[in-house]
Each structure stands twice: as C-alpha cells, then as structure tokens.
C-alpha cells in the first residue's frame, strides 16, 4: 500500500512538475511562431499521440463504446470546447509575456472547483472552504477595483474553463485518455482547417524543409499528453486530495518561471492579490490534508 502511495506520489509530483516548468520552457520556446500557429500544432499533435496510444493500449473497444452514448457526445463536445479555450488562452499567455497571470488561474482553479463542487453536486462546505472561496472573490475584486486595465483575465479564463472542464468530464464519467481523444477528435478539423490557411498563407514555421524544428513543433503533442497521463495515474493511486495539494507545484513553478525568469512585471496591486490568493490556497490545503 505505501509502495502504491509513494508511487502515485512520485507520478503526480512529475505530471505537476512538467505542467509548471517543462511546459512552460518548451512552449515559450516556440511561441516565436505566434499563439496562433502553436495552437493548432498543440490540438493537431495531441490528437495524432492519443490515437497512437489509443491504439497501443488496445482501448479502441471503449471509445466505441463511449461514442455510442450521445449524453456522452454532448459532454464531450462541451469539454473538447473548454479544454481548446484552456489550452489556447493559456498558451497565448505564455506567447505575451503573461505567465505569472496565468499562474494566478491555477492558483485559484481547485477553490473554484470546490464552488462549482457545491452548487452542481450539492457537495459540502464547511467554514475554512468558504473563507478560502470568499478570499479568491476579494483578490479578484481587489484587481478589479484598484487595476482593471492589469486584471489578469488570462488567469480567470484558464481557471474557470479548467474548472468547467473537470466538472463536464465528471458528469459524463468516461475513460481519461480516450475522453481526451474523442475531445481531440472534435478540435481536429478546425486545427486542420486553421493549418491550411496559415500555410496557404505562407505564415507557417512547419515545413519540410526545416525537418529538425518541425520535429520540435511534434513534441507539442507529447507535452500535453505525457504530464496528463502522469498526473492522472498519480491519482488513481493515492486519490483527488492529495494529488490536489501537490498540484500546486505547478502554479508555484510557473509564478516563479515568470517572476524571476522571464522578469515578468509584477505590480504591487497584483502582489496584494497574491498574497491573498496564498492565504486562500494555505487555509485550503490546510483543511484538505485535515479530512485525508
């Protein structure tokens, strides 16, 4: 039992680690090539590795079993939506310079996660959660308040549409992975819409003849896919609440990437509402680790 607790452990703390500081280096990398183009590689390249996986781990019966399910379909599509509108949102704030904003999303995503939990599953509240969610509608307020033009709207975008997203996803109950392919599968055509014109353009950085950076741009495809597969492993092993407490080491990494890196400008307004979000995010965790 510990060696499966450890194990999962080990897996989710990789899954994070990648989230927070691979991601954030390998897409800030290439985010020369403008959000646009990057968008379309990282829904094209995600969904090409998932039918090789898919087929790898012989689970093509299951998608057609989910796929006969229209209630399944529906949900799918809603969550294919969110997640496109996660991954977009989140990579052009990587592109524009806006990590740390991006980072104050997942920050706050798992208390919003806890609202949503509450209003749509009549899941319980007590009074530490409250005051976490109360805390995270203050910062936001206080941004809004005293600096609308900084207000990190990317940060609430990728937070409420990741919240939205695992919510959808819980609803419908279907296989992780091949959820995410069937997700991928609704994007495709729209990706692939989107790379002709930007090819038929000449716009596009992918081409034949550079072969070594197209390559690169493939791998946009892996760094979506390996990090979920990680971290949703850890969580079958040693369950939400703990793999919610070290989950954080994403938004951790990607602040710091951001902050210290990157040398993101970091008003004082915006610390403020940080280190509320941190007090929120302590009192959380602190009642999470309480009930596990």
């Not at 452990?9 to 989230?19: D, I, K, Q, V």
């Not at 279907?174 to 002709?196: H, R």
Request: net charge positive.
């Amino acid at each position: 039992m510990k060696k499966e607790f450890n194990k999962g452990l080990l897996l989710t703390s990789l899954g994070s680690f990648w989230w927070g500081f691979i991601g954030v280096i390998y897409f800030e990398y290439v985010a020369f090539i403008g959000h646009i183009e990057l968008v379309v590689h990282r829904c094209l390249w995600t969904a090409v590795m998932l039918i090789i996986t898919t087929t790898f781990f012989s689970k093509w019966n299951l998608f057609f079993e989910i796929i006969k399910n229209k209630n399944n379909l529906v949900g799918l599509f809603i969550s294919g939506f969110l997640i496109f509108v996660n991954w977009a949102v989140w990579i052009y704030a990587v592109a524009s310079e806006r990590i740390i904003d991006a980072s104050f999303g997942y920050f706050i995503m798992p208390i919003i996660s806890v609202l949503l939990g509450y209003i749509f599953f009549r899941e319980k509240l007590n009074k530490k959660r409250i005051f976490s969610i109360s805390l995270v509608f203050i910062s936001i307020l206080i941004l809004i308040f005293f600096s609308l033009k900084s207000l990190p709207w990317v940060g609430l975008i990728v937070a409420l549409s990741w919240a939205f997203y695992n919510l959808v996803r819980k609803k419908i109950n279907v296989d992780t992975d091949v959820g995410l392919l069937i997700e991928s599968l609704f994007i495709l055509p729209f990706a692939l819409i989107a790379f002709y014109l930007i090819a038929k353009n000449g716009f596009n950085d992918f081409s034949l003849s550079n072969p070594g950076f197209s390559l690169f741009l493939v791998l946009a495809g892996p760094m979506t896919v390996i990090p979920l597969f990680l971290y949703v492993r850890g969580v079958e092993l040693i369950g939400l609440g703990p793999t919610g407490m070290i989950f954080y080491i994403t938004p951790t990494l990607q602040f710091l990437l951001g902050y210290f890196y990157y040398e993101e400008i970091f008003s004082l307004v915006k610390f403020i509402s940080f280190i509320i979000i941190w007090i929120a995010v302590i009192i959380y965790l602190k009642d999470l680790y309480e009930k596990n």
